[in-house]
């Protein structure tokens, strides 16, 4: 009952959206480091409108595992 609920919930919030921006995947992001750049600027610089976004959540995960990635080669891994 309660998934039902935050289902309904959820699908009306995207009804609701202003407009319909594409979601890329976090293998997008790492793929193109340029969206990636552009994605995690437009997302600091207005963070209380978009940090909860599809596209703002992906692209934080795909800086986070670029990191890593980058932690690991530098340390010999």
Known sequence: MKFLV???LVVSLFGCSKESERVHCVEEFLADE???ANTIAKCRNNPGELQGTPNCMNAAA???????ERMGKALGG
């Open 62 to 68: 795909a800086d986070w595992k670029a990191r890593l």
């Open 34 to 36: 340029q969206l990636l």
């Open 6 to 8: 935050l289902f309904t």
